[in-house]
């Protein structure tokens, strides 16, 4: 899925790379419920991202014995490994900033990279790695034109991302504090979606 490739977000109104997926309270998903998904890739073919508030009980340490990466330093062997998305959940994704050069990444925008190559990893773990990185198994995907049905059903928010929650908000705020940048409280929102 991700190459070696610098893909930019296009300058179409409705292009939703680099933006937050914000689930309505009503969508009660297994994966997606109260989710925040950051989208890496969306055109004509589809969309994916990676959901970033949902952790595992999986931890760094424990993906790098896994593997079989020799650790060295004093590297967050304790970092969570998040729950990505329901799509190919036994392959790793890291999202992180700033991109870097690696084997297999897909630049998301000019602060921002997603990578699966092993590199990555191995830099991680051994303090040579990105300032700020994002571990997730599995990735949220949907087909050509499935997102945006989703999204005329009430079933999503969406808005520009913003990486600090990305990286530095508390996990348990980020669904929260994501949909408090368009000026919504979900607190507020009834579980029944309705069309106006």
């Given at each position: 899925?991700?190459?070696n490739?610098?893909?930019?977000a296009s300058?179409?109104?409705?292009?939703?790379?680099?933006?937050f997926?914000?689930?309505?309270p009503?969508?009660?998903?297994?994966?997606?419920?109260?989710a925040v998904t950051?989208i890496c890739?969306?055109?004509?073919?589809?969309s994916?991202?990676?959901?970033?508030?949902q952790?595992?009980?999986?931890?760094?340490?424990?993906?790098?014995?896994?593997?079989?990466?020799a650790t060295e330093?004093?590297?967050?062997?304790?970092?969570s490994v998040?729950?990505?998305g329901?799509?190919?959940?036994?392959?790793g994704f890291?999202?992180?900033?700033?991109p870097?050069?690696w084997?297999?990444?897909?630049?998301?925008n000019?602060?921002?990279?997603?990578?699966t190559s092993?590199?990555?990893?191995?830099a991680?773990v051994?303090?040579?790695?990105?300032a700020?990185?994002?571990?997730?198994?599995?990735?949220?995907g949907w087909?050509?034109?499935?997102l945006?049905?989703?999204m005329?059903?009430?079933t999503?928010?969406?808005?520009p991302?913003?990486?600090?929650?990305?990286f530095?908000?508390?996990i348990?705020?980020?669904?929260?504090?994501?949909?408090k940048?368009i000026?919504?409280?979900?607190?507020l929102?009834?579980n029944?979606?309705?069309?106006a």
């Amino acid at each position: 899925m991700v190459e070696n490739k610098q893909k930019e977000a296009s300058s179409s109104s409705y292009n939703l790379t680099g933006h937050f997926l914000i689930a309505m309270p009503a969508l009660n998903d297994d994966f997606f419920n109260r989710a925040v998904t950051y989208i890496c890739e969306h055109d004509e073919t589809g969309s994916f991202g990676i959901i970033i508030n949902q952790e595992t009980d999986i931890t760094l340490k424990q993906v790098a014995k896994e593997m079989k990466i020799a650790t060295e330093g004093n590297h967050n062997e304790n970092q969570s490994v998040f729950i990505g998305g329901p799509v190919d959940q036994g392959r790793g994704f890291i999202l992180h900033r700033p991109p870097g050069e690696w084997q297999s990444s897909l630049k998301v925008n000019d602060n921002i990279a997603l990578t699966t190559s092993k590199d990555i990893l191995q830099a991680i773990v051994n303090n040579q790695g990105p300032a700020d990185s994002l571990v997730a198994l599995g990735y949220a995907g949907w087909s050509a034109g499935q997102l945006e049905n989703e999204m005329a059903n009430n079933t999503w928010l969406s808005c520009p991302a913003d990486e600090q929650i990305i990286f530095n908000t508390p996990i348990e705020e980020r669904w929260k504090a994501a949909a408090k940048l368009i000026g919504i409280d979900l607190s507020l929102l009834s579980n029944d979606a309705g069309h106006a």
